[in-house]
C-alpha cells in the first residue's frame, strides 16, 4: 500500500469524471490566483510559484486534448473545436509569460473559470 492514499483513492471513485474535472480546474486555478500578486516580483522563489502555477496549468490544458481528440469522445464538434482553440491560446499564454513578455494571467483564470461553469 505503499505510496497510495486510500482517501484519494475512495474519493476518486466517488466522483464522475465531471466532478474530478471540476476539482482539478479548481485547484488549478486556486494556485494562479495565488500567483497574482507575485506577477511583478523577481524574487526566485516567487518566480518559481509563478513557473510552477502556469506550467501546472499548462500541463492540465496539454493533458485534456487527447481525450478531447478522441473519436470515442462525444462531445460536439464545435465544442471540440473550441476546446482546441482554448489550449493554444493557454500554451501562447504560458509562453509569453515565462518569456518575460506578459505578466496578464487574468486571461487564464477567466477561461478556466468559464470551464468550471460548464461542468456544474
Request: one cysteine or more.
Amino acid at each position: 500500500m505503499a505510496g497510495k492514499n486510500p482517501y484519494l483513492t475512495a474519493q476518486n471513485a466517488l466522483e464522475t469524471p465531471r466532478q474530478l474535472e471540476y476539482r482539478l480546474f479548481s485547484a488549478v486555478t486556486r494556485a494562479l490566483m495565488d500567483i497574482r500578486p507575485l506577477m511583478n516580483s523577481g524574487h526566485p522563489a516567487d518566480v518559481a510559484k509563478i513557473a510552477s502555477a502556469i506550467g501546472w496549468n499548462r500541463d492540465v490544458w496539454n493533458h485534456l486534448m487527447p481525450e478531447v481528440l478522441d473519436e470515442a469522445n462525444t462531445l460536439s464538434k464545435e465544442v471540440k473545436v473550441s476546446l482546441i482553440n482554448i489550449c493554444i491560446f493557454v500554451n501562447k499564454q504560458t509562453d509569453k509569460i515565462t518569456q518575460g513578455e506578459s505578466k496578464d494571467i487574468e486571461a487564464l483564470i477567466e477561461i478556466n473559470r468559464n470551464i468550471m461553469d460548464g461542468l456544474k
